[in-house]
DNA sequence: CTTTTATCGTTAGTCGAGCGAACATTGGCC
DNA sequence: GGCCAATGTTCGCTCGACTAACGATAAAAG
């Protein structure tokens, strides 16, 4: 009565590539529903994170240490400020920076924020168990390190 | 000397969904890398695959199987077809649908692109041993699974 | 000290993937 | 015959990732 459900071609099935697409788009799909709405996206939590873990800092280390583009820090940086849950000073000690600090506010926000997105991974990962949760992490964390330091 | 190397927040490190993204990025970098060099797309190799495993389909069809969407799939048959590798004719059963055919030469192409993406895969997969592979495939096949069928 | 080189913030614009909306044509169903 | 669903197609949107350029400033080289 709802099984139409057409066969997905066995190349692409066990495509290594497509089936880290696939998990990729539905945890995106939980993840961005989840900061919908509350009017947030994912660059807000990487911005906030960088913030509360290392201090203060210029718009271009942010993006260093986000991955970031530094013309997408623009964007996020202003609409956090909007929202006063940051704050963009120009570094007096370098006229070329701007000096970029959490407020309280940004700092509860993010929490919020750990909140919502923990819940969204563990909706993704439901199917599996902690140990398996761990494995797929340490997995998925040895390919991500060879091919963003070494290459 | 060259590890200027900016510290990633551990909560961003850690987070599932993000490792994930890193990882498909990266998957991605080499498969397009792989397909530009000969004039293809993602979406080629997936409605060939399609095509070679299930026959002749009409793009509505080829839509469901492949999970391109079906205003998506206009453009990709454009493409092959201009190439000659799949032929579009007009059903005469059921004057709506196009039938989709691959030519000998589009089964030709899809063996090459077979190879191009294995390579890909074994690039993308280096860190990892033939048993852990399996075991990362698992995993993401069972995420994967949850999330497109049951919904 | 001056000239070159590099960094920073910013704006604008590209590209591909994943979609939604609309529309005309055609089929199936009652 | 009349209504709803499916199909192919076009248009346009959003997001993330990225490139190119520019003016300002700082640091390095001469």
Do not use: C
């Not at 692409?12 to 880290?20: A, C, E, H, N």
């Not at 240490?65 to 940086?77: K, L, P």
């Amino acid at each position: 009565m709802e099984k139409p459900e057409d066969p997905i071609p066995q190349r692409l099935r066990v495509l290594p590539s497509r089936l880290i697409n696939q998990v990729a788009m539905s945890a995106n799909r939980l993840v961005d529903q989840a900061l919908a709405e509350t009017g947030s996206r994912r660059y807000h939590y990487a911005l906030l994170a960088a913030l509360e873990e290392f201090g203060p800092a210029s718009q271009a280390a942010l993006g260093r240490r986000t991955g970031i583009d530094r013309s997408d820090i623009v964007a996020t940086v202003n609409e956090l400020a909007e929202r006063e849950f940051v704050e963009r000073n120009p570094d007096p000690g370098d006229r070329r920076r701007n000096i970029i600090t959490v407020t309280p506010a940004g700092v509860q926000w993010l929490k919020e924020l750990d909140r919502l997105l923990s819940q969204a991974q563990d909706e993704l990962l439901t199917p599996l168990s902690s140990a398996e949760r761990e494995q797929l992490i340490a997995l998925l964390t040895r390919i991500a390190d060879r091919h963003s330091a070494s290459h």
